[in-house]
């Protein structure tokens, strides 16, 4: 949903600066539903009809589109990379057909940590849950351990690879074995994030999480980039593009601005103060 509200803002700047959707624009809308396959068989579909532009929602999505259009001039505006450095070669220029918004979703992990501890003191475990193959999953381990060694926090890395797994190992994250969740920027995890919510609150545990829509279905808290504010972003690059810019001539931008997003009654259901301060 976070990438739905991305579009939405997408298309509604778009609209502000003169696309008229049915006029002069038309969007095709594809959701892989954390499917790297099915993600790559949207990217080959959308080189196969020769799309003007690709708009991607994810460092995933993104990871796929690049490998899709590599040697055509299709643009891909990325809205969302939470881990852009993977994707080009400096933020001054992406040196490719990628132009995009980091929202900084790996480097702002110590904030949240600093938040959890804030609101519950006594958490020193805290259960990552990873998916391995993930595109991110590297950068995740090394932000987390260093965010979570300045914090003082003992990490245990509870890794999935399919929805099933989530199945198996969440009902493994106990309150005798960890103090809190934490959910990274992946596209598998926060498509299985039902799940780990359910877990949690029947073990009483605090998830923070990478994702704003992911506190509006019962993770307790968040700081993170606003997608609707980052799709509205976007649209001012791929007008640009539209208008003759090369994607590799515009900087990658950050996103203007962070949220910082509580769910009280979750806070509540698993027996937390938040704070008044």
């Known amino acids: 949903e976070q990438f739905v509200g991305s579009f939405e803002g997408f298309k509604s700047r778009m609209a502000e600066l003169g696309y008229i959707e049915g006029k002069n624009v038309r969007y095709d809308f594809y959701n892989a539903k954390g499917s790297d396959e099915a993600l790559d068989s949207f990217a080959k579909k959308m080189v196969q009809d020769k799309t003007d532009l690709i708009v991607t929602s994810s460092t995933s999505a993104t990871v796929a589109a690049a490998k899709a259009t590599a040697g055509t001039n299709i643009p891909v505006v990325f809205l969302s990379a939470g881990n852009a450095q993977i994707l080009v070669k400096n933020f001054a220029s992406s040196g490719s057909n990628l132009a995009g918004i980091s929202s900084a979703s ?70 005798k074995a960890t103090d809190a969740i934490f959910t990274p920027p992946d596209s598998l995890v926060t498509e299985g994030i039902d799940v780990i919510v359910k877990h949690s609150l029947k073990e009483r545990l605090p998830v923070i999480t990478s994702l704003v829509d992911n506190v509006k279905k019962g993770c307790l808290a968040t700081y993170a980039a606003d997608y609707f504010a980052l799709g509205r972003q976007g649209a001012l690059l791929a007008d640009k593009i539209f208008k003759g810019a090369k994607p590799s001539d515009l900087p990658i931008e950050l996103r203007d601005k962070l949220k910082l997003v509580l769910n009280l009654k979750t806070a509540k259901a698993i027996g937390l103060k938040i704070p008044r301060e």
């Open 106 to 175: 790996l480097e702002i992990t110590g904030k949240r940590f600093e938040l959890l501890k804030e609101m519950a003191p006594w958490v020193k475990r805290i259960a990552l849950i990873t998916d391995p193959k993930g595109v991110n999953y590297k950068s995740i381990v090394t932000e987390i351990g260093d965010a979570a060694k300045k914090i003082q926090f003992a990490v245990r890395e509870v890794k999935v690879s399919s929805q099933e797994d989530i199945l198996k190992a969440v009902p493994t994250v106990t309150r």
